[in-house]
Every structure is written in C-alpha cells, then in structure tokens.
C-alpha cells in the first residue's frame, strides 16, 4: 500500500518513470537510463554548488545548461518512442517535457524572467530523480511505514526548533533553533548552542529521548530491509534449483521413456530373430 502511495506522488509531481503495464523493453530501457540521470542529478548539485561559488562564467554555465538539458532530451525521446501508452507517459513524467520545453529559451540566450527559478525547480528535481530512479530507496521507504515516519520526525524537529526558539533566550533565530534541534535529535551535541532555562533543558532532555527512540527504530528498519533483501536472494536462488531440479527429473523421465521404448524394441527384434530361427 505505502509503494503504491510512493508511486502515485511521483507520477503527480511528474517524476512517474515507466509505468509497470508498459512492454518489457521500455521497462528495460528505463532501467537502463537510470544511471544516466544520477549522474546528471549529480552534476546539477555539482554545478549548483559552483554558480554559487562563483567558480564557474557564462561559457561553462552555457555548456552546463546544454549538458543537462540534452540528458532530459535524451531520455524524454527514447522513452516516448518506446512506450505503448505515449499519453500515459507523458502524464505520469510531465516534469521532463517541461523542463526540455522550458529550457530552449536559457539555451538560445534569451534573457527570461524566470531561469532563476527553472534552475532552482531543476535542482529541487535532483530530490525526484534519486527516489524515482531507487528501487532500494522506495522499497525502504515503503516498508513498515518508514516514509511516514521520517516525515513525522521531520515535523517534530522543525516544530522542535520552532519552540525552543521562542522559549529559550540563548536561540536569538528559528534557524539556530533548527541547527539545535537537528543536532540534538542525532546525539552529536556540538555543544556551539545550549539552552540556559531549566524550560529549554527540559526539553532537549525530550527531543534526545525522541531521537534515541528514533533512531533505534531507523537501525531496525534498515536492519530488517536488508534482511529481507538476502532472503529474497536465498528464495530467487531456491526457486532456481527447484526449477533446476525439477528440469532434471523431467529429462530423466524423458531418457526413461526413451529406454523403455528401446528395449520394447529391441525385444521385439529379439522375438522376429527368434521366430526367423526357428522355421524349418
């Protein structure tokens, strides 16, 4: 049921990949781009990381731009001539025409009102791309309702960050009570923020019991989720010598057959060469 939701806010924020009714060859060759579109998720944080920085001038953010934007081409192209069901494709992956549509006026140098924000809805896909293109990453999520919890712990720490902001004088910004909340949730205790009312420690006493108990459920779901995948492995691996085995027996009844019809006949040409022996 979770795989399922996981499926369909993917298809509605346009990041649906090849639908699962769709011929063996698109689903192969939407396998098979997978790694392509890592790595170009990859380079937009790379080229993000850059722009920031000021490392990089028009010409390599120009060539950047058509880097990327030729991955999206790419993978629009083959996976459409591929599909059975274009409109169903498109539907599910509109973000993909959108961005190769959007982009030709960056491309051609065109001053628009809006590449700031086509760039930064392209980083935010990087998001997209990892849980789309991870099956692990969606069959982790998807079980024993991890994906809803780590949005829950999620809404805790910002909450988290949020109080102990206002209740506590030595958090002067939400984001300092964000950095606090984050860091006592995982244990790491940098110790550059502390709260100084007994009110504040109070509650980070709270949120560290929250994230000791977080975490511990966190290890044993990965804990269970690879457990599961190597026993899935035994059972692919014991379905296959079952169907060995079972290969075996049938060839063998075939060979048995094929001994019994032998000595059928051979009695029968031992039976003609006795009866011709025995005329007068």
């Not at 909450?159 to 995982?186: C, Y």
Request: glycine share 8%.
């Amino acid at each position: 049921m979770e795989y399922a939701r996981h499926t369909a806010l993917m298809r509605l924020v346009g990041l649906g990949g090849v639908d699962s009714l769709e011929n063996e060859k698109a689903q192969r060759w939407g396998r098979r781009l997978e790694a392509p579109m890592v790595l170009a998720a990859i380079w937009i944080l790379i080229d993000w990381y850059l722009e920031s920085k000021g490392l990089t001038n028009r010409y390599t953010s120009f060539a950047s731009d058509w880097l990327i934007w030729l991955v999206f081409l790419s993978e629009l192209l083959i996976m459409f001539a591929l599909v059975d069901d274009k409109t169903r494709y498109l539907k599910q992956n509109w973000m993909s025409p959108l961005i190769v549509l959007g982009g030709l006026p960056v491309l051609w140098g065109v001053d628009t009102f809006y590449a700031g924000l086509l760039r930064t809805l392209r980083l935010a896909l990087t998001v997209g791309i990892f849980l789309r293109v991870s099956k692990d990453t969606r069959d982790l999520l998807s079980r024993h309702n991890l994906g809803i919890t780590l949005f829950i712990c999620f809404v805790i720490l910002v909450v988290s960050g949020l109080l102990i902001s206002g209740i506590d004088p030595a958090f002067e910004t939400p984001m300092d009570g964000l950095w606090w909340a984050w860091v006592t949730v995982t244990t790491v205790g940098y110790g550059d923020l502390v709260p100084q009312t007994t009110e504040g420690r109070i509650f980070g006493a709270l949120l560290i019991l929250m994230g000791l108990a977080m975490f511990s459920m966190l290890t044993a779901s990965f804990s269970v989720f690879f457990i599961e995948q190597d026993e899935r492995e035994l059972s692919a691996k014991e379905e296959r010598n079952i169907q060995r085995i079972e290969g075996l027996e049938k060839k063998l009844e075939r060979i048995e057959m094929q001994l019994d019809k032998t000595l059928i006949e051979l009695s029968k040409l031992t039976e003609l060469h006795r009866d011709k022996n025995n005329k007068p």
